[in-house]
Each structure stands twice: as structure tokens, then as C-alpha cells.
Nanobody, 125 residues
Framework: QVQLVESGGGLVQAGGSLRLSCAAS????????MGWFRQAPGKEREFVAV????????YYADSVKGRFTISRDNAKNTVYLQMNSLKPEDTAVYYC??????????????????WGQGTQVTVSS
């Protein structure tokens, strides 16, 4: 059982930055890919970014490419999402997720088997 706890959300003006953190409870954290997703009111949960178990590979949604950076510190069992140049359309609840069943990186939410509780990010114009 993997427990994930996100933090770092908040209210920021357009153009600002936030860094989200996701702490995992399990020592095998370094064995599997981790993803970030988001869900805005009335919309489906959408993929944001994923990072390989080693941290050597990453993949981003087109909407955040060049603005967001995903990283991980396996010694701290933590994955991060650095968000720069934030836009009002980035407003959503952000979730981290663990894919413990695959080695490769996935972008479909249903392939992830553990989820955090989410953290709200609100970008004002």
C-alpha cells in the first residue's frame, strides 16, 4: 500500500510560480514511475507530467511543456512539480499518482494505482 501526500498548492497571480511536493510512504518509491495530473471543475482528470523511476526520463503534456518541470528525490521518497509562468487555465486540483505495475511511463490516469488526496492550485488573472 502506497500513501501519497501532496503539498504546496495555493493562490498565485498569473505569471507566478509554485512548487508542488508529493511525499510517498513506501521505501520502494524509487522502483516505479510517478505522475502528476490535474482536474478542473467540470472537467475530466488530465495528464500533466510523468517521471521515470530513475528520474532520467520525463514526459509532459503540451499545455505545460516549457513551463512545468517534474523531478524526484528518491532518497526522500518525494516527487516535485515546479510550475512557472502560471496561467489562469492552470487552475485545478493537482494530484500525484504512482504506477507500481509498469516500468515505462504512462499518461492515462486509469493506469495509475495509487493517488494522493490532491492540492488546490488557483491562478488569478
Amino acid at each position: 500500500q502506497v500513501q501519497l501526500v501532496e503539498s504546496g498548492g495555493g493562490l498565485v497571480q498569473a505569471g507566478g510560480s509554485l512548487r508542488l511536493s508529493c511525499a510517498a510512504s513506501e521505501r520502494t518509491f524509487s522502483s516505479y514511475p510517478m505522475g502528476w495530473f490535474r482536474q478542473a471543475p467540470g472537467k475530466e482528470r488530465e495528464f500533466v507530467a510523468v517521471i521515470a523511476w530513475s528520474g532520467s526520463s520525463t514526459y509532459y503534456a503540451d499545455s505545460v511543456k516549457g513551463r512545468f518541470t517534474i523531478s524526484r528525490d528518491n532518497a526522500k521518497n518525494t516527487v516535485y512539480l515546479q510550475m512557472n509562468s502560471l496561467k489562469p487555465e492552470d487552475t485545478a486540483v493537482y494530484y500525484c499518482a504512482a504506477d507500481t505495475q509498469r516500468i515505462g511511463m504512462a499518461y492515462r490516469p486509469h493506469l495509475y494505482d495509487y493517488w494522493g488526496q490532491g492540492t488546490q492550485v488557483t491562478v488569478s488573472s
